[in-house]
């Protein structure tokens, strides 16, 4: 059973830049599928970035497209979202999450087909 925890949230200006980590334990990394999620407050839990077993395959929901990254280190068990040209509404609690999958280029963008989730780090946007 894998554990996720999250880092490198924090207070960022508009328009400024952060990464968010997700270092994984107690699994087989490589074996995962890893998508971000955020939570905004009095918001549904949404679906941010995905990608796959290998880091060859990637998706993105259409509101940040352009402007996050999703990339994984499978030597070091982590998946990390490169956030750019933040803006208020990108303010959430940003959540990592592993499922565990036999197809290497299979990239998973809905929340309840995964079973590991981390506990979440805050972003704040400021305008």
């Known amino acids: 059973q894998v554990q996720l925890v999250e880092s490198g949230g924090g207070l960022v200006q508009l328009g400024g830049s952060l990464r968010l980590s997700c270092a994984a334990s107690g699994g087989t990394f490589s074996w995962y599928a890893m998508g971000w999620f955020r939570q905004a407050p009095g918001k549904e839990r949404e679906f941010v970035a995905a990608i796959s077993r290998s880091g060859g395959s990637t998706f993105y929901a259409d509101s940040v497209k352009g402007r996050f990254t999703i990339s994984r280190d499978n030597a070091k068990n982590t998946v990390y979202l490169q956030m750019n040209s933040l803006k208020p509404e990108d303010t959430a609690v940003y959540y990592c999450?592993?499922?565990?999958?036999?197809?290497?280029?299979?990239?998973?963008?809905?929340?309840?087909?995964?079973?590991?989730w981390g506990q979440g780090t805050q972003l704040t946007v400021s305008s």
């Open positions: 999450a592993a499922e565990v999958t036999t197809a290497r280029t299979r990239v998973v963008m809905t929340g309840a087909e995964y079973h590991y």
